[in-house]
């Protein structure tokens, strides 16, 4: 965003470039930390009609490739603001949150929020802010935590649905038990933007039709919501008699300034080499024997999975007394052996996202992370744009639905670690080893966590 076709400030505004004649103006009205925009996200267009644009985040590990640890940061970071917030004074972590911003390599997500301060039902939204909930739950001593899914899951019944508005895949479940939510413990909604705010008032809805309580508190990395939609949050307190408090790192408004996209087609048909590197197909079932939960799944074409799901992802609730990471270590110490070069990425599969970046964290030096997407963005080489490589392919895990990777940049790795929840069958990794296959990785290595069916 540093490049002056990318960034134009005038009057506290910036202008962005995004693609060809399409543009975006913001205006920043709130960043409680002072960090520098530009630390943000990059723009891109996105192949949707109902969005054509994406900020694509620096912070996250999604689209972008990220020191693993900054993505464990980004979570602490919010929870600092959100501390600030609910005492009304500064959090005594911020000074050395900042630190390890500008330095995310030693950081340690250790709890630090007494339950004196809060005790919330945290939860984040798939399939992007699954780690990013996650890791927000990570910075409190007495918390819940459990992320919404896109999946099927046979042994378990949803106790709250609810649908995203601009999203590709729309419909949001929450496998876990009533007890977690038949309380009146205060509900923080985590996601890592809020935009309208439609998606955050839908799950309100439907949770105080189930649970009701008086709190809740919606957490976002970036918050661009209208004075129109604020109101309609105010009105929302007003209907439900509750009150909504807002957390973010930027808050401000933004102006799509349309105009022409040339999308070409076949942007995502590449020719794989005909070589294939070093494949090691690696499993870390002795890490995880007592971390499994007896729930299956289906497919969309209803292809049933029969290996177990991990406890620990959150999908299916977790507690702070509950939570196990001693494994997560092992298993990056393990994998760190199997290292072929001085750098290596480490890719986490759709929903799951924070297990394969807390494992990234525990490999060693000179790690990148991000994760694949069912997001699907249109590729450009400019140095500005947010995903200048762009690859399709089935998900292994479920051949109905089309997962995408971006920045990959030939030749800037010596290998890769794809680490999946469960194991899958080895042909339906061949449409995603052919297209790494471009990318002169001297060893790709894919990693099961739970590699044994039941």
């Known amino acids: 965003m540093k490049n002056s076709h990318t960034l134009t400030c005038s009057n506290k505004k910036i202008l962005l470039s995004i693609l060809d004649d399409l543009q975006m103006e913001i205006e920043i009205t709130g960043n409680p930390f002072q960090l520098s925009v530009e630390d943000f996200f990059l723009m891109a267009a996105r192949i949707n009609k109902k969005r054509s644009f994406l900020f ?65 039902v945290i939860i984040g939204f798939a399939e992007t802010a699954t780690s990013l909930g996650h890791s927000f739950y990570q910075a409190f001593k007495h918390a819940v935590y459990f992320h919404t899914t896109r999946e099927v899951v046979n042994e378990a019944a949803s106790i709250i649905s609810f649908e995203e508005e601009h999203s590709h895949a729309t419909s949001h479940r ?20 809020l935009t309208t705010g439609k998606t955050a008032i839908n799950i309100i809805r439907d949770i105080q039709t189930k649970f009701p309580r008086k709190l809740y508190t919606v957490v976002s990395i970036l918050d661009w919501r209208s004075e129109e939609d604020s109101e309609k949050m105010l009105e929302l307190e007003k209907e439900l008699d509750i009150k909504i ?129 069912r997001s699907p963005i249109y590729p450009n080489k400019e140095a500005h744009y947010g995903a200048k490589t ?21 030749g800037s790795y010596d290998d890769v670690f794809i680490i999946f929840e469960r194991k899958v069958d080895h042909k339906k990794l061949a449409p995603l080893l052919q297209q790494l296959n471009r990318e002169n990785f001297k060893k790709i290595n894919i990693v099961y966590c739970n590699g044994r069916e039941q």
């Open 56 to 120: 694509v985040s620096k912070l996250l590990g999604k689209h972008l490739p990220i020191h693993p640890n900054r993505g464990l940061l980004t979570g602490f970071l919010l929870a600092a603001r959100y501390e600030e917030i609910k005492t009304n004074q500064p959090s005594f972590k911020k000074e050395s949150l900042l630190a390890y911003y500008h330095d995310p390599s030693l950081f340690a997500d250790r709890p630090y929020i007494d339950e004196e301060v809060s005790s919330p």
């Open 245 to 373: 408090h807002f957390v973010s790192l930027l808050k401000g408004r933004f102006t799509l300034h349309n105009g022409h996209v040339d999308f070409k087609e076949n942007i995502f048909n590449h020719m794989p080499n005909s070589d294939f590197p070093q494949v090691e197909y690696l499993e870390l079932t002795e890490f995880i024997s007592n971390r499994l939960i007896p729930y299956t799944s289906n497919t969309l074409s209803m292809e049933k999975n029969n290996f177990y799901y991990l406890v620990d992802t959150g999908r299916f609730g977790i507690e702070s007394n509950q939570t196990d990471d001693e494994w997560m270590k092992k298993a990056g110490q393990y994998l760190s052996l199997k290292r072929t070069g001085e750098k290596t990425l480490v890719i986490g599969t759709g929903e799951f996202m924070y297990i394969p970046m807390k494992i990234a964290s525990y490999m060693g030096e000179n790690i990148w992370y991000q994760s694949s997407t």
């Open 390 to 410: 762009a690859y399709r392919f089935p998900n292994p895990e479920d051949g109905d639905i089309v997962h995408y990777l971006y920045n990959i940049e030939r």
């Open 174 to 193: 929450c496998y876990v038990g009533e007890e977690m939510l038949k309380n009146e413990r205060e509900v923080i909604l985590v996601d890592d933007e």
